[in-house]
């Protein structure tokens, strides 16, 4: 069984990358994927979506004679960063605190 990476989720780690660094669409999605099993046709709508949001802006940049389209991350992305590393945060503390009691030799 695979957990599937999807909402917040996905917006925090396209977020957290682009903190980082401006990156094109297939790099990121391509970092992302050598983590997540997640599809490109998954990550370039949330892609569109933190852009519509005004949490990431677009610019071109010439490539071999090619555009290519790069992200970057904006203020309103790096708040937005934040409240999905805080969810994230409560959300895997939750879990854990179900999830760790497997092994821990409970008699009940």
Known sequence: MAIQATGVLLDGCVLTLLADEDAYGYSLTQRIKSVLDVSE???YPVMRRLQTDECLSVYDMPHNGRNRR????????????????????????????????FGGGSDE
């Open 41 to 43: 046709s998954t990550l």
């Open 70 to 101: 790069y992200y970057k991350i904006t203020e309103r992305g790096l708040r937005r960063r934040d409240e999905c590393a805080a969810e994230w945060a409560d959300f895997k503390g939750r879990i854990d605190t179900i999830l760790g009691g």
